[in-house]
C-alpha cells in the first residue's frame, strides 16, 4: 500500500471538503509536486473515481444552535442523545436564554455554564447558527390557564420575539413547543397565525403534537412542536414512524426509596385501605366518578354518616347543573353554591339543616356567594343569598393522584406534579427525582439547584426523547 506523502495532494483534497487519511492511504501519489495542474487533475480523477464509494466519515455536520426558554435543558439533552447516536453531527449551544433563575441555575449546574437570566426581548446580534429552539411560554394557550393567547400581552407575544430573532439570524432549522391545546384554541387560528409569520419570512413549516409514551416514556404528555426549514418542510408523518417500546409506572419506580413525607394523618387514612383498590385513584372533592376518592369517603375532615355522604354527592352533582345560574342571574360556572331551600328540592329529609351545619364545620363544605363573571372574572355577586358548596379541589390535599403501577403517569404540571404518588415498599410517597427523571426522559445524573423547587421544574420542560426522535427526522 502506498502512502500520500504529497503535501500539495493533501492541500487539495482539504481545500475540496474530502480529505480522508484512509483514502490518502490507499490511493497512489503524483511524485512530481512540481506540476501543480497535473496533481490537482489526478486528484479530481480520484474523487470522482466511480470505485470511490466510501463514506467520509472524518467530515463532521458542525451546527450550532440556540436554545430559547431553555428551562432545565430539554431540547440540549435531546440534541446531545442525537448526537451520541449520530456522531458525524457535531452541535454547538452558541446561546441559553431563560429568565427564570431557577430553571437556569440548575441548567448551569449540569452543562458547567455561566449564563445569566435574560429576557428574550434583549437577545440582539447573535453570531450565526442554524438551528433555533424554543419551548416558548405555554400559559397563555393551555387549557389549564386563561388561554388568552396573543392577548396575553406578557406572556404571548413572545412568540413574536422568536420570529424576530429568526428574522434577524436566519436559521436553517426551528424547532418549536407548545401546549397541545394550541392547536384548538380559536378555533386553530392562533396557531395558524404563527404558522404564517413564519411562512412570511422564508420558512416552509410544518406541525405535529406527539405524545411523550409514543417515545417510550410512562407519561401521558402531549405537546405540539412546530417544525420550519428554509428548504422543504419536514413532514409530520415521519413522526409517526417513531415508535419505540413503551413503559409503565412500575417501570420507573425507584424501588430503594422507602421514605415518605405525606402527613400521618393523611398517610394512615390512605394505608387503612387495601392498597391495589388506591391505584390510579385521584383525590378531589370537585370531581364525581370511579376513579375518585372524596374527603368525606376516608372521613378524612371527620366521620361521616352514611346518609351525610349520600348529600354531600348530591350536592356535588346538582352544583353543575346550568339551571341554577339561571336562577341566581349570573353566567353558569361549574360549581355554584345552593342555598338549603335549592338543596330541598332534590334532597329534604328532617335534620337536613343540622347535617349541613355539621358539614361546614368540619370543612366538607363551604358557606359562600355565588359568583358572577365581571369584566372576565369571577367575582362575588354579594347581593345573592349564601349557598352550600362542595370546598376541597385536587389541590387541597397532600397528594391528588395514586398512580397505578400498570399505567401512565398524567401529564406534570407546574401546580400538581408534586401531587402525584406511588405506592413502594409498604408506604405511600411522593415522586423523587429519579423518578422524574424516567418519567420525563433526562438522565438520571441531573442534578438540582439548592434553591430550586424540582416539581416545578419538571412541569415546564421538553422531554428529550421527543426532541431527539425529531431531529433524526430532520437529519437523519
Given at each position: 500500500?502506498?502512502?500520500?506523502?504529497?503535501?500539495?495532494?493533501?492541500?487539495?483534497?482539504?481545500?475540496?471538503?474530502?480529505?480522508?487519511?484512509?483514502?490518502?492511504?490507499?490511493?497512489?501519489?503524483?511524485?512530481?509536486?512540481?506540476?501543480?495542474?497535473?496533481?490537482?487533475?489526478?486528484?479530481?480523477?480520484?474523487?470522482?473515481?466511480?470505485?470511490?464509494?466510501?463514506?467520509?466519515?472524518?467530515?463532521?455536520?458542525?451546527?450550532?444552535?440556540v436554545?430559547?426558554f431553555?428551562?432545565i435543558?430539554?431540547?440540549?439533552?435531546?440534541?446531545?442523545?442525537?448526537?451520541?447516536?449520530?456522531?458525524?453531527?457535531?452541535?454547538?449551544?452558541?446561546?441559553?436564554?431563560?429568565?427564570?433563575?431557577?430553571?437556569?441555575n440548575?441548567?448551569?449546574?449540569?452543562?458547567?455554564?455561566?449564563?445569566?437570566?435574560?429576557?428574550?426581548?434583549?437577545?440582539?446580534?447573535?453570531p450565526?447558527?442554524?438551528?433555533?429552539?424554543?419551548?416558548?411560554?405555554?400559559?397563555?394557550f393551555?387549557?389549564?390557564?386563561?388561554?388568552?393567547?396573543?392577548?396575553?400581552?406578557?406572556?404571548?407575544?413572545?412568540?413574536?420575539?422568536?420570529?424576530?430573532?429568526?428574522?434577524?439570524?436566519?436559521?436553517?432549522?426551528?424547532?418549536?413547543?407548545?401546549?397541545?391545546?394550541?392547536?384548538?384554541?380559536?378555533?386553530?387560528?392562533?396557531?395558524?397565525?404563527?404558522?404564517?409569520e413564519?411562512?412570511?419570512?422564508?420558512?416552509?413549516m410544518?406541525?405535529?403534537?406527539?405524545?411523550?409514551?409514543?417515545?417510550?416514556l410512562?407519561q401521558?404528555?402531549?405537546?405540539?412542536?412546530?417544525?420550519?426549514?428554509?428548504?422543504?418542510?419536514?413532514?409530520?408523518?415521519?413522526?409517526?414512524?417513531?415508535q419505540?417500546?413503551?413503559?409503565?409506572?412500575?417501570?420507573?419506580?425507584?424501588?430503594?426509596?422507602?421514605?415518605?413525607?405525606?402527613?400521618?394523618?393523611?398517610?394512615?387514612?390512605?394505608?387503612?385501605?387495601?392498597?391495589?383498590?388506591?391505584?390510579?385513584?385521584?383525590?378531589?372533592?370537585?370531581?364525581?366518578?370511579?376513579?375518585?376518592l372524596?374527603?368525606?369517603?376516608?372521613?378524612?375532615?371527620?366521620?361521616?354518616t352514611?346518609?351525610?355522604?349520600?348529600?354531600?354527592n348530591a350536592?356535588?352533582?346538582?352544583r353543575?347543573?346550568?339551571?341554577?345560574?339561571?336562577?341566581?342571574?349570573i353566567?353558569?360556572?361549574?360549581?355554584?353554591?345552593?342555598?338549603?331551600p335549592e338543596?330541598?328540592?332534590f334532597?329534604?329529609?328532617?335534620?337536613?339543616?343540622d347535617?349541613?351545619?355539621?358539614?361546614?364545620?368540619?370543612?366538607?363544605?363551604?358557606?359562600?356567594?355565588?359568583?358572577?363573571?365581571?369584566?372576565?372574572?369571577?367575582e362575588?355577586?354579594?347581593?345573592?343569598p349564601?349557598?352550600?358548596?362542595?370546598?376541597?379541589?385536587?389541590?387541597?390535599?397532600?397528594?391528588?393522584?395514586?398512580?397505578?403501577?400498570?399505567?401512565?403517569?398524567?401529564?406534570?404540571?407546574?401546580?400538581?406534579?408534586?401531587?402525584?404518588?406511588?405506592?413502594?415498599?409498604?408506604?405511600?410517597?411522593?415522586?423523587n427525582?429519579?423518578?422524574?427523571?424516567?418519567?420525563?426522559?433526562f438522565?438520571?445524573?441531573?442534578?438540582?439547584?439548592?434553591?430550586?423547587?424540582?416539581?416545578?421544574l419538571?412541569?415546564?420542560?421538553?422531554?428529550?426523547?421527543?426532541?431527539?426522535?425529531?431531529?433524526?427526522?430532520?437529519?437523519?
Amino acid at each position: 500500500m502506498v502512502n500520500y506523502s504529497c503535501s500539495t495532494c493533501h492541500k487539495i483534497f482539504k481545500q475540496k471538503g474530502h480529505y480522508d487519511s484512509h483514502l490518502l492511504r490507499k490511493r497512489p501519489c503524483v511524485k512530481d509536486d512540481t506540476i501543480d495542474k497535473l496533481i490537482e487533475r489526478k486528484v479530481e480523477e480520484i474523487l470522482q473515481s466511480k470505485t470511490h464509494t466510501e463514506p467520509n466519515v472524518n467530515i463532521l455536520k458542525h451546527i450550532k444552535y440556540v436554545d430559547l426558554f431553555a428551562g432545565i435543558g430539554g431540547f440540549r439533552y435531546g440534541i446531545e442523545e442525537f448526537q451520541r447516536k449520530n456522531p458525524k453531527f457535531q452541535f454547538e449551544c452558541i446561546k441559553t436564554v431563560d429568565i427564570k433563575k431557577d430553571a437556569l441555575n440548575t441548567y448551569n449546574l449540569n452543562f458547567g455554564e455561566e449564563n445569566k437570566p435574560c429576557d428574550i426581548r434583549t437577545v440582539k446580534d447573535l453570531p450565526h447558527f442554524e438551528l433555533l429552539c424554543a419551548g416558548f411560554p405555554c400559559q397563555p394557550f393551555s387549557s389549564a390557564g386563561k388561554k388568552e393567547g396573543f392577548d396575553d400581552a406578557t406572556r404571548g407575544n413572545l412568540i413574536y420575539e422568536v420570529i424576530r430573532i429568526c428574522t434577524e439570524s436566519n436559521p436553517s432549522f426551528l424547532v418549536l413547543e407548545n401546549v397541545s391545546n394550541i392547536e384548538k384554541l380559536q378555533n386553530g387560528a392562533i396557531l395558524q397565525r404563527i404558522i404564517q409569520e413564519f411562512t412570511d419570512i422564508g420558512y416552509a413549516m410544518s406541525y405535529k403534537t406527539i405524545n411523550s409514551m409514543d417515545v417510550g416514556l410512562a407519561q401521558d404528555r402531549e405537546r405540539t412542536f412546530i417544525f420550519g426549514t428554509k428548504t422543504t418542510a419536514v413532514s409530520p408523518n415521519i413522526i409517526l414512524k417513531l415508535q419505540h417500546s413503551k413503559q409503565v409506572i412500575s417501570d420507573i419506580i425507584d424501588v430503594s426509596d422507602k421514605h415518605t413525607d405525606i402527613p400521618k394523618q393523611f398517610l394512615d387514612t390512605l394505608l387503612s385501605r387495601d392498597p391495589v383498590s388506591l391505584y390510579g385513584m385521584s383525590i378531589k372533592d370537585k370531581r364525581g366518578g370511579d376513579k375518585n376518592l372524596h374527603s368525606w369517603d376516608i372521613n378524612y375532615h371527620g366521620t361521616t354518616t352514611t346518609r351525610q355522604r349520600d348529600l354531600l354527592n348530591a350536592i356535588l352533582k346538582e352544583r353543575r347543573k346550568k339551571t341554577w345560574a339561571k336562577a341566581k342571574e349570573i353566567v353558569w360556572m361549574d360549581g355554584m353554591p345552593l342555598t338549603t331551600p335549592e338543596i330541598e328540592t332534590f334532597t329534604k329529609y328532617t335534620g337536613l339543616q343540622d347535617d349541613l351545619d355539621d358539614l361546614t364545620e368540619k370543612g366538607y363544605l363551604t358557606l359562600e356567594h355565588p359568583k358572577d363573571l365581571v369584566d372576565g372574572k369571577r367575582e362575588y355577586k354579594e347581593t345573592s343569598p349564601k349557598g352550600y358548596n362542595i370546598c376541597k379541589g385536587k389541590l387541597s390535599f397532600p397528594i391528588s393522584k395514586v398512580l397505578d403501577p400498570k399505567g401512565y403517569c398524567p401529564t406534570l404540571t407546574a401546580t400538581d406534579s408534586s401531587k402525584l404518588a406511588v405506592y413502594n415498599a409498604g408506604t405511600i410517597r411522593r415522586l423523587n427525582k429519579t423518578e422524574l427523571c424516567r418519567l420525563c426522559g433526562f438522565p438520571e445524573r441531573l442534578k438540582i439547584a439548592d434553591s430550586a423547587n424540582m416539581y416545578d421544574l419538571f412541569g415546564n420542560m421538553v422531554c428529550p426523547p421527543v426532541v431527539t426522535s425529531i431531529l433524526e427526522c430532520i437529519f437523519g
